[in-house]
């Protein structure tokens, strides 16, 4: 059973793999996401970085924030460079995701040892549209 958006997502895990390699551990987040995000570039993915999200409550806008990368207008990905990910990590790509009408994020840490988590939240699951 083919996982949904899968064929993006494995191009931009195999591109997190890449700039692993090369970078290692250590930098800071803004390094990697200027990498990852000129290595999908080269690679003829269609991405936005930093791209503000507003958050509605109710349909009230009540914030924002910014996703460090978009791939495909079909996923975020949110970058970390800690020592490890943890629960906190992966419920704040969880409410990304619930704050937009994007069902599929990478979570992609640039740690010791390079992480990856998969998440899902599809549309029919949220609870009021973004206008």
Sequence with gaps: MELLHQNITNKI?????EVYNILGYGFLEKVYESSLYNELISCGHSC???????VYYKEKLVGEYYADIIAEEKVI???KSAETICEEHEFQLINYLKATNIEVGLLLNFGK??????KIFTNDRKLNSNP
């Design 113 to 118: 040892k390079p992480e990856i988590r998969r």
């Design 13 to 17: 895990i195999k591109s997190f793999y």
């Design 48 to 54: 936005e970085r930093q791209k503000k999200i507003d």
């Design 77 to 79: 990905i949110e970058l």
